[in-house]
């Protein structure tokens, strides 16, 4: 019996793709990467987004995820992006996907790409770590001596086993400030962090604030990624989309823009 | 007085645990409603609880549907819990956190009725260890006023005896309007100023009907540790509670909106339950037996709740479920409907859990017109044509090499056949024709398919007779002479060593079945030793990394001790036509005489036509429950739907329109 071949025409092609950063707020930081994939193309597909699929028997929608932040960690800035056979407006996607995830996965801004590659824009994260029944002055002192350190090497178990990173190659700056709640003290660790591999991640920098100074939160601290994007000289963090976002809008049937894309028929149906 | 979330607590605990998301609740299509809804009396609180993980409890019909069936009424509100694993159960203990449900994060201790589903009975222990984080006493004699009541349904809730001591009621059969007239039950009590406390209630849905109330009833036993009679101890009592049964499940079109889970469960799916029911009266199948007659979901009404349910879920797979889906009176219209119907959107179908000799493979073709075309599934149960005719099984070694060849022949390449071991009258020998079996599905299908690269899984489960089926007398082999069994079989498998190698052989152990064949057919005696293994550290009994048989075998000596009666007794024991046994006082409708009448029969291998195509044969379901068959052909076909293609839909508050 001869192979099967999949029926039907080929998949449409991709003429657009649209950029989004999500967030992953509350409770629902507890979803893994995989967990929110699935409930992402779930919501692509209540929401009615013309997906471009890949080919052969079981089809996906096309999308690309840049990074994640780590299972149990919030985050403000989550990117991804899709590709679709349907030139449409970013921020109708926006809205029509943001509402058909649960509340605490949320779309928060959206741009039609305009070239270049998303991954290439983002070498850096900015951390917010609250560390509820930490004193400021602790976590202050604590972080001056792992500034002060050359090296600092962290295990983090991972799925390939034990791996050894230097926390504090990685980090750009770390300052500490106060935000006590009414029953105890809080602090409030703003961290940059380089990206490298592999990559360092919030809980490294406990273990190497741990290992420094001994400082050890008593209750589990609360990380959130307020941003991604490229670190400047200055220290500042470049927005992803930024570039995207540079011209206006492109008008009706204005595909000379859409550069990399595949396939230009788009003008066609419109 | 006001409940307040539990998550604040729980939060803290959960960057410790394995997979946390499964805790947080937040599913799409989950509700959580105002704790006083319909004011602090007038509002009836139910907890549904899955006594398993959540990645296995979620996905349960059983729970989705009385969870939507109670929250549509507004004066009723209802969450869902399931067990926490042990990682979590310890930080628990340690910081004090009750068992929470998952939707509101309430404690379970705080609703009105906690009701369990029990689908096996090796969840019972994970029913001990929810009871117990939950604050709610262990013995159903032990609650107050304060306490849920705590009621059981699900399958094993037709022989619920052995954890009658930690259940306060029981519903058998179907849940939906049950549920619905229990709440009616309690709000009116509630109201009234709760007027006899908790005895009063259950009182109450006793005498009403239909809920079985265990201390109602006292059992007495003969000096040889047979049951000597179960009678009632209160008057007004029913002496047999018949079993709850819903008729035209077109009325009755739930899940509506199916929970979405953000955490990997079993099941990346939505289910339409296409009917319930069997009447192909295969002997040892106890959902078969206890969920007659058969009522068919119509065409129609399948098509709009796999439309609907698409829409409010984003699911692209739809399993159509039912014991036997390929036996809907349609069912090749309703493939081939939705196939046409969903063509091009990347939307598959399948017949889950279809174990049937005559699912024909055109059929098949058509469920996997939009996707891959893996593995077909077959279910003989028997290995030799005498022991199909002991336990009903009609398919022929002929019918069966006749469908897999087509099977193979279509461009299928792995095909799974199951089995049963253990079954009464079998011999090694009827066992060993399993492996004749597997090596001439190898031999035809290499030719068919021209290819060696085809393979045969054989899977092997150990028979356990149940309670209401025509095997509920019949001694359970023991796991000795099941493994000793077993293993003849894979050594014939092995014996050639080509086409054994394309013959993968999946069985685990006897043990388990042991177990649960002593908690399927136990009596309340039997609930001493579910305390002990559960005291002894007994969790997830259904999971055999968790599972220990010597726990459970130290712990029924220990709680039998002095009874007369051991494991054995319960198991591998064949009792008489005449022995009471426990759930006798439960009423499947089944005809106790015609069970019996069919257990004789199967050992002389008499085989009982299908009652939907070949007429009544008196098993007394219809009768005694006042119900009847409800089959189509309605002749109704599914029309195309408009607007499947993608169609972005803005939100109502978005008033811009897609560009182009
Ligand atoms: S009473 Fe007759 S028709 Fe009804 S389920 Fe039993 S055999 Fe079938």
Redesign the pocket.
């Known amino acids: 019996m001869a192979k099967r071949t999949p029926d039907g025409p080929p998949p449409e092609p991709v003429v657009a793709r649209i950029r989004l950063r999500y967030a992953r707020r509350g409770r629902l930081r507890f979803t893994s990467h995989r967990d929110f994939a699935r409930a992402f193309e779930r919501a692509l597909r209540r929401a009615g987004v013309p997906m471009a699929l890949s080919a052969g028997f079981s089809p996906h929608p096309r999308i690309s995820y840049v990074g994640a932040a780590p299972t149990g960690m919030a985050s403000e800035a989550e990117y991804v992006e899709i590709a679709l056979t349907e030139r449409l407006d970013a921020e109708t996607v926006r809205a029509a996907v943001d509402a058909s995830l649960p509340p605490g996965l949320d779309v928060v801004d959206a741009v039609v790409a305009r070239g270049g590659s998303l991954p290439d824009r983002i070498d850096a994260s900015v951390w917010q770590i609250r560390l509820p029944g930490l004193e400021v002055d602790a976590v202050a002192a604590a972080v001056v001596t792992l500034l002060a350190a050359e090296s600092v090497p962290v295990q983090r178990l991972t799925k390939e086993g034990r791996r050894t990173v230097d926390a504090r190659a990685a980090i750009v700056s770390a300052t500490a400030r106060v935000d006590d709640l009414p029953d105890q003290p809080c602090a409030i660790l703003d961290v940059v962090v380089r990206h490298v591999t592999p990559a360092v991640r919030p809980d490294d920098i406990l273990t190497a604030l741990r290992t420094v100074a001994d400082l050890v939160p008593p209750v589990p601290p609360l990380a959130t990624r307020l941003a991604q994007g490229l670190l400047a000289e200055d220290g500042q963090i470049s927005d992803p989309l930024a570039p995207d976002r540079e011209r206006l809008p492109a008008a009706e049937g204005d595909a000379p823009d859409a550069a990399p894309l595949t396939g230009s028929a788009v003008a066609s149906d419109r | 007085m006001p409940i307040e979330s539990l998550f604040p607590r729980l939060e803290p605990l959960l960057p410790r645990v394995q997979k946390p998301i499964q805790y947080v609740g937040g599913e799409l299509n989950s509700t959580v409603k105002d704790w006083d809804v319909a004011g602090p009396d007038g509002t009836v609180r139910w907890a549904l609880m899955y006594p398993d993980a959540y990645e296995v409890g979620l996905p349960n019909q059983g729970v989705m549907i009385l969870y939507e069936v109670l929250n549509e009424r507004p004066d009723v509100l209802a969450e869902r819990t399931y067990s926490v694993w042990p990682d979590l159960e310890a930080l628990m203990r340690e910081y004090d956190v009750p068992q929470f449900t998952v939707d509101g994060h309430r404690p379970v201790g705080a609703f009105d009725v906690l009701g369990v589903s029990l689908p096996t009975e090796l969840g019972y222990t994970n029913l001990l260890t929810a009871l117990d984080l939950a604050g709610i006493p262990i013995l159903a004699a032990e609650r107050g006023d304060e306490h849920p009541i705590v009621l059981a349904g699900g399958h094993a809730a037709f022989n619920p005896e052995p954890v009658a001591d930690f259940i306060d009621a029981a519903v058998l059969g179907d849940g939906e309007q049950a549920v619905l007239e229990i709440s009616d039950l309690v709000g009116d009590w509630k109201q009234a100023g709760r007027p006899g406390g908790r005895a009063q209630l259950l009182l109450r849905l006793a005498r009403a009907g239909g809920v079985y109330v265990p201390r109602f009833y006292d059992v007495d036993y003969l000096p040889d540790g047979r049951i000597r009679r179960v009678a009632p101890n209160r008057s007004g009592v029913p002496f047999r509670v018949d079993k709850r049964t819903v008729s035209g499940l077109d009325d009755w079109p739930y899940p509506k909106t199916p929970l979405v889970p953000l955490a990997e469960t079993v099941h990346e799916r939505m289910s339409v339950e296409i009917f319930r029911g069997c009447?192909r009266g295969c002997r040892f199948c106890q959902a078969g037996m206890i969920t007659?007659?058969?009522r068919e979901r119509s065409i129609t009404g399948i098509g709009e709740m796999v439309a609907a349910g698409l829409v409010a879920s984003g699911y692209q797979e739809v399993g159509l479920l039912s014991l036997s889906s390929a036996d809907h009176s349609e069912i090749a219209e309703i493939a081939t409907g939705l196939a046409d119907r969903y063509a091009g959107t990347n939307t598959s179908l399948s017949l889950p859990s279809t174990r049937v000799d005559a699912f024909n493979v055109t059929l098949a073709n058509e469920f996997s017109r939009n996707g891959r075309r893996s593995g077909l599934t077959f279910a003989p149960e028997g290995g030799s044509e005498r022991i199909r005719q002991v336990i009903n099984k009609m398919v022929t070694k002929e019918d069966l090499i006749r469908t897999v060849t087509t099977a193979y022949g279509a461009g299928w390449r792995q095909v799974k056949l199951y089995f049963m071991c253990g079954l009464p009258t079998e011999t090694d020998a009827d066992v060993l024709e399993i492996a004749e079996l597997a090596m001439e599905v190898i031999r035809i299908g290499r030719q068919v398919a021209g290819t060696k690269d085809i393979r045969c899984t054989v899977s092997i489960g150990g028979f356990i007779p149940k309670p209401h089926t025509p095997f509920q007398w019949a001694p359970q082999l023991d796991h000795e002479a099941t493994d000793a069994r077993l293993r003849l079989l894979r050594e014939a498998i092995n014996s050639d060593r080509s086409l054994g190698r394309a013959i993968g052989f999946r069985y685990h152990d006897g043990r388990p079945g042991i177990v649960e064949g002593l908690l399927s057919r136990g009596d309340r005696r039997v609930g001493a030793v579910i305390r002990r293994a559960w005291e002894d550290g007994g969790r997830f009994d259904g999971w055999s990394e968790y599972f220990s048989f010597d726990r459970w075998m130290t712990a029924a000596e220990v709680a039998l001790a002095g009874a007369g009666v051991d494991v054995d007794w319960y198991t591998t024991r064949e009792r008489g036509e005449h022995e009471v046994l426990p759930w006798d006082h439960l009423d499947a409708g089944l005809d106790r005489r015609w069970l019996w009448a069919d257990w004789q029969e199967s050992l002389t291998g008499r085989e009982v036509d299908d009652?939907?195509w070949w007429g009544?044969?008196?098993?007394?379901?219809?009768?005694s429950q006042g119900t009847?068959?409800q089959i189509g052909p309605t002749g109704r076909t599914l029309l195309p739907l408009p607007g499947l293609r993608p169609v972005l839909a803005p939100p109502a508050a978005s008033a811009s329109a897609p560009v182009g």
Do not use: K, N, S
Request: aromatic share 6%; charged share 20%; with cysteine.
């Open positions: 009447t007659r007659p058969v009652c939907r009544c044969y008196d098993c007394g379901v219809c009768p009847q068959i």
